[in-house]
């Protein structure tokens, strides 16, 4: 019996079958033990010795490889075909060794891009060792990240309250964000004026000609900046003769793109199927592991973690045939299509993302796939057979002509193209993946023009524009650029991002990145006090002295040494440090945003409450505000919040707004913003009544009857027909809600709280208490069943009171925000069932029924039968820990 290890329990099912019965397929659940997230994992006094952790799932998995391995006689190691996954290797046979389970037994390394029968077996056949320097580069990187993490964060905390953290490569990526955001702020639109004709051949076809010359001078794209010079040249071209001076049609091929990699999957599912990048791995992690096709699992693509750009032969002849098959022997080009890596040194897997078989087109396994699976197994598909079609022939047609009037002349040109010969074109239609636009795209189609021949001017056109400025990064164009500069690698690009928004540092509207108040001001501090290591060149140098450690040139321990030295230093400068030093230097650095210009000119950094304090950035529990130097006589402060018009997102709120006094106090109504978001607030001073606006509702929006509305809550509804008390309607900390003797009912929307009348809150009542009180209500339906978790028990996906969760016997793991519950696997949620029980103490090992007894009412109580509680047994003496491994 052989023992395979892979990473997950999917695969061990499919890849048993193909193997047979002289093979022990078993799943590791991706890593087996990590860096514990606390100080000294990393020792650099101490060689830099790196501490492993093996939490309690880890360690039962790995103690049934142990056993299964002790009396096995060959192992074989099958994890992902990448950086990750020789490192995961590693680990496993690092623990074995120490269980002392190896013995002479043979260790081998296999890895297969896709789960094919095929494949597997091609890997089986050809096995390798460990490959070393692979797993020195993932030391080097996870030794380097722990450090930055875990060094600098701190820093942050202290130095900047309400900072979460910081890392290597998301702080690079963050200042991207955020750069890209200062030029937009930068940003100073121009006037300018595009003037074009319709005119008409003999034949009486119909085109329009762009005006790109005048005065002796070609036109640039702001040479017309006001509409004086505009209606100057209106004026010429409505009253000139036009002939046409030279027809050119120039014919051009168009090659189609290699097949995905990583990054360019993501970009291209970004753009075009609206998927983040964390969507659509999880989607192609499912395609890659199997589905159930006509009773058997297979693998539908490639793995998808990967630089290179290549596909293997087999697959360029599969590929081909395809083409000939499906689109005919012209859309065949003569040879294969050889397409070589942009990417330095890609360390990922090296073969392309393409299906595992081509004549599996995407109508063939429709009906086995979910939407989202669907439309990317199709994209993968046309882009890969489109790689290998042949080229697209266009026929590029320009036309200069003359417009003449009293000596006056003005050039015009149109622009048409016409395919000729659609080639890959038939199966995948390159667009432009990054979200960025494109200018001067002239793609439509001409009638027949003859040179010298005369044009009859139908209309003129003079149109007004402004410049715009730099769009907001997308997630597939950030993911661009951060290739581009060489900073991370794209197997870790979706975690980046995930990151980013779970920090609260970016959000992402519209599927634009926008950076928040706290992530300005966490790049603003890494930039003054930390300028090295957030530069884009320091960062993509590091990432290549990393990849020359994969590939066996540097000695992986001596990055890390060269590293820690300087960071060490500027870890050191920092304890001296003062607040007030931080905030003089953010002051300045983020001057334009925190105290942008008045209106009436006067210094912004003057209070406008009090008249004569300074204001400055300050630092609270939450995090940043802005505060009035003459605290506590002038209590004025200022929240850091995005602009409420989204004109300069980012920017801070305005100063109190007067919004019309009470008519039934004669106080003042004025809008604020706090350190906790918007409010309204009636009268001055301490007994002022304030009230929060509502999630949802937009700052420009509030007017004076929306600001009474709030401040009068809570609202009554009326007496209940059958009590006679009171019912009222709030917004509390849970969200609306109604109330009546003591009874709590949630209600469905914010607005409902100002119009729900007397009979709907009765009725909302009735229902509430129908159900039970608060915990009485039992578990929530299962949103998804995920399958057993490895120590038993069902595994669940489920929505509560606070939002979506995970479920495994008595511990509950929330979602993270943002995140899709039907798209969380079996992996993520293992993850973070073990990450809430190392929170809670709570035990992730269930008890086997101790008899029959015990088991029949462990069956009643998962009927939904309630178990009578079991008498306390007396307290035994705790067992002496053992420390983890």
Sequence with gaps: MNVVVVESPAKAKTINKYLGSGYKVLASFGHVRDLPAKDGSVQPDQDFEMIWEVDSASAKRMKDIADAVKSSDALFLATDPDREGEAISWHVLDLLKKKKVIGDKPVKRVVFNAITKKAVLDAMAEPRDIDVPLVDAYLARRALDYLVGFNLSPVLWRKLPGARSAGRVQSVALRLVCDRES?????????????????????????????????????QKLSVSDAETANRLKALLDGANYVVESVEAKPVKRNPSAPFTTSTLQQAASSRLGFSASRTMQVAQKLYEGIDIGGETVGLITY??????????????????????????????????????????????????????????????????????????????????????????????????????????????????????????????????????????????????????????????????????????????????????????????????????DRDYVTIDKRKLTPQAKGRLVTAFLESFFTKYVEYDFTAELEEKLDRISAGELEWKSVLRDFWKDFFGQIEDTKELRVTNVLDSLNEVLAPLVFPAREDGSDPRICQVCGNGQLSLKLGKYGAFVGCSNYPECNFTRQLSNDPNGEAEGALANEPRELG???????????????????????????????????????????????????????????????AKMISAGIGRYGPFILHDGTYANLESVEDVFTIGLNRAVTVLAEKLAKGPGRGRGTPAALKELGEHPDGGPVTVRDGRYGPYVNWAKINATIPQGKDPQSVTMEEALALI?????????????????????????AKAEDGAEAKPKKAAAKKKPAAKTKKS
């Design 834 to 858: 073990t990450e809430r029980a190392a929170k809670t103490g709570a035990k992730t090992k269930k008890k086997a029924p101790a008899n029959k007894k015990t088991a029949t009412k462990a």
């Design 183 to 219: 030029e937009i702020e930068r940003f100073i639109s121009e006037e300018y004026w595009n003037l074009s004709a319709v005119l008409k051949t003999p034949r009486g076809d119909e085109f329009e000609a762009r005006l790109v010359s005048a005065d002796g001078k070609r036109l």
């Design 304 to 501: 998808m973690r990967t630089d290179g750009v290549q596909m293997a032969p087999e697959a360029i002849d599969a590929a081909r045939a395809s083409i000939g098959s499906q689109f005919g022997a012209r859309y065949l080009p003569e040879k294969p299509r050889i397409y070589s890596t942009k990417a330095k040194n890609a360390q990922e897997a090296h073969e392309a993302i393409r299906p595992t078989d081509f004549e599996r087109s995407p109508d063939k396994v429709r009906r086995y796939l979910d939407g989202d699976q669907l439309r990317l197994y199709e994209l993968i598909w046309k882009r890969g057979i489109a790689s290998q079609m042949a080229s697209a022939e266009i026929e590029r047609t320009t036309a200069e002509i003359l417009a003449g009037k009293d000596g006056e002349q003005a050039g015009l040109r149109a622009v048409g193209s016409v395919i000729r010969f659609d080639g890959f074109i038939a199966a995948y239609t390159d667009q432009r993946d990054d979200s960025e636009p494109a200018e001067d795209e002239e793609d439509g189609r001409l009638p027949e023009i003859i040179a010298r021949e005369t044009l009859a001017k139908q209309k003129v056109n003079a149109s007004q524009h402004f410049t715009e400025p730099p769009p907001r990064y997308s997630e597939a164009s950030l993911i661009k650029k951060m290739e581009e500069l060489g900073i991370g690698r794209p197997s870790t690009y979706a975690a980046t991002l995930a990151t980013l928004q």
């Design 661 to 723: 006094k009470d008519p039934a106090t004669g106080e003042d109504i004025t809008l604020r913003s706090g350190r906790f978001g918007p409010y309204v607030q009636r009268g001055e001073g301490k007994e002022a009544k304030r009230g929060s606006l509502p999630k949802g509702w937009q700052v420009d929006d509030i007017d004076l009857e929306k600001a009474l509305s709030l401040i009068n809550l809570p609202r009554e509804v009326g007496a209940h027909p059958e009590t």
